[in-house]
C-alpha cells in the first residue's frame, strides 16, 4: 500500500523549485490566486473586524505553507506568523520568503498533521491551508478539522482551499467520465443543481450552513486515482464537492462565512484550447477577484476556498 504522506512528502521535497518558479513568473494560476484571495482577506479583516487588536498580538498560521508567500506577506503586514509544511525543500523556501521582508515575527517549522497537536488551544486567529486537504485520507482530514476548530479564537477564521468535485459535471472530460464509473454522476449533477439554485437565490451561504438541507450530498465513493492533468504526481488528491466539505465543517463547529472561486473557467474544458485561451482565463479570473463576490462562479471553477468562522 501506498504511504500517502510519506509519496506527498517526497514529491514536494522534490519540486519545490518548480512550485516557487509558479509566483516567480506569474501573477496569475491556481496557487497564486489562493494567495491572492487570502491574502487580501487578512487584510481586510486587520483594517475592519481585528483593528482595535495590537498587530503583533494577532497570529496567522499558515499550514501546508508551500513555497511561502502567503507566509511572508502575512509577516510583512506586522502579525505573528507560524508556518509549516511537511517537505524540507518547502521549509527552505518559506524561510528564504520571509527574510525577504526581513521579517522576526515569523515561525517556520517542519510537520505533519500530528503537529496540529502541539499548537495551543484558542490560540490562533487566522489559520489557512490553501492546497493541503486534498493530499490527506479521510481519517486524517477529520482530525485536521477537529485541530482546527480547536486551535481557533472564539470569531478567528480558517481558509481551506479545496479542488471543486462539482467542476467534474461542467468540464466534461476524464473527470466527467470517472464519476460516472463510480455512480456518482446524478448525485454530484443534483448538488450541482442545488448551488445554481441557491446562488440564484442569494441563499448559498446560509444553505451551506443547514445541515439538513446538505447532508444528502455526503458519503461519496472517492477514487484511488484520478485523470492526470498537472505535474503532481501524487496517486490520490482527493477532491470535495461544496455541500460535502461544508458538511464536515459545521459537523465540526465552524459556520462558512464566505465561498471564493478559483480558477473560473468561461467555458467548458472539452470546448476551450487550453493553450489558446490560457492568458484569456488568467485575465478573466484576475479582474473577478477584485470583486470580491465569486460565488456566482464556483460551479465553473476547478476549486475554491471556504472561510470558516468559529
Known amino acids: 500500500m501506498i504511504d500517502k504522506t510519506q509519496e506527498t512528502r517526497d514529491y514536494f521535497d522534490k519540486n519545490t523549485e518548480f512550485w516557487s518558479s509558479l509566483f516567480n513568473e506569474s501573477i496569475y494560476g491556481t496557487t497564486t490566486q489562493r494567495v491572492r484571495i487570502v491574502s487580501n482577506k487578512i487584510n481586510d479583516l486587520l483594517d475592519g473586524e481585528f483593528s482595535n487588536k495590537p498587530r503583533n498580538e494577532f497570529t496567522?498560521?499558515?499550514?501546508?505553507?508551500?513555497?511561502?508567500?502567503?507566509?511572508?506577506?502575512?509577516?510583512?503586514?506586522?502579525i505573528q506568523v507560524i508556518a509549516v509544511?511537511?517537505?524540507?525543500?518547502?521549509?527552505?523556501?518559506?524561510?528564504?520568503?520571509?527574510?525577504?521582508?526581513?521579517?522576526?515575527?515569523?515561525?517556520?517549522?517542519?510537520?505533519?498533521?500530528?503537529?496540529?497537536?502541539?499548537?495551543?488551544?484558542?490560540?490562533?486567529?487566522?489559520?489557512?491551508?490553501l492546497g493541503l486537504?486534498?493530499?490527506?485520507?479521510?481519517?486524517?482530514?477529520?482530525?485536521?478539522?477537529?485541530?482546527?476548530?480547536?486551535i481557533l479564537r472564539p470569531g478567528g477564521r480558517a481558509y481551506i482551499?479545496?479542488?471543486?468535485?462539482?467542476?467534474?459535471?461542467?468540464?466534461?472530460?476524464?473527470?466527467?467520465?470517472?464519476?460516472?464509473?463510480?455512480?456518482?454522476?446524478?448525485k454530484l449533477a443534483a448538488e450541482l443543481d442545488s448551488v445554481?439554485?441557491?446562488?440564484?437565490e442569494d441563499s448559498l451561504l446560509k444553505s451551506l450552513n443547514d445541515a439538513k438541507k446538505i447532508e444528502k450530498f455526503k458519503d461519496w465513493a472517492y477514487p484511488d486515482e484520478l485523470p492526470h492533468t498537472s505535474p503532481v504526481s501524487v496517486s490520490q488528491r482527493i477532491q470535495y464537492s461544496v455541500c460535502d466539505l461544508s458538511t464536515r465543517a459545521i459537523n465540526n463547529g465552524l459556520k462558512v462565512k464566505d465561498i471564493n472561486a478559483v480558477r473560473f473557467h468561461p467555458e467548458k474544458m472539452a470546448i476551450l484550447d487550453p493553450n489558446t485561451h490560457s492568458e484569456l482565463i488568467d485575465k478573466i479570473n484576475l479582474t473577478i477577484?477584485?470583486?470580491?463576490?465569486?460565488?456566482?462562479a464556483v460551479p465553473c471553477s476547478s476549486s475554491y476556498i471556504l472561510e470558516l468562522l468559529k
Open 60 to 78: 496567522h498560521l499558515d499550514f501546508g505553507c508551500g513555497t511561502g508567500q502567503l507566509a511572508a506577506i502575512s509577516a510583512s503586514m506586522g
Open 85 to 129: 509544511d511537511i517537505a524540507p525543500g518547502m521549509i527552505d523556501a518559506t524561510k528564504s520568503e520571509v527574510e525577504k521582508v526581513s521579517a522576526d515575527n515569523a515561525r517556520v517549522f517542519q510537520g505533519g498533521i500530528d503537529s496540529l497537536a502541539d499548537i495551543e488551544t484558542s490560540s490562533i486567529d487566522v489559520f489557512s491551508a
Open 133 to 150: 486537504i486534498e493530499y490527506l485520507t479521510l481519517t486524517e482530514l477529520d482530525v485536521f478539522l477537529d485541530n482546527v476548530t480547536r
Open 161 to 186: 482551499g479545496s479542488r471543486n468535485r462539482l467542476f467534474n459535471i461542467f468540464s466534461e472530460n476524464k473527470f466527467t467520465d470517472l464519476e460516472v464509473s463510480l455512480g456518482e454522476y446524478d
Open 196 to 200: 445554481y439554485k441557491w446562488i440564484a
Open 289 to 296: 477577484d477584485e470583486y470580491g463576490d465569486t460565488k456566482w
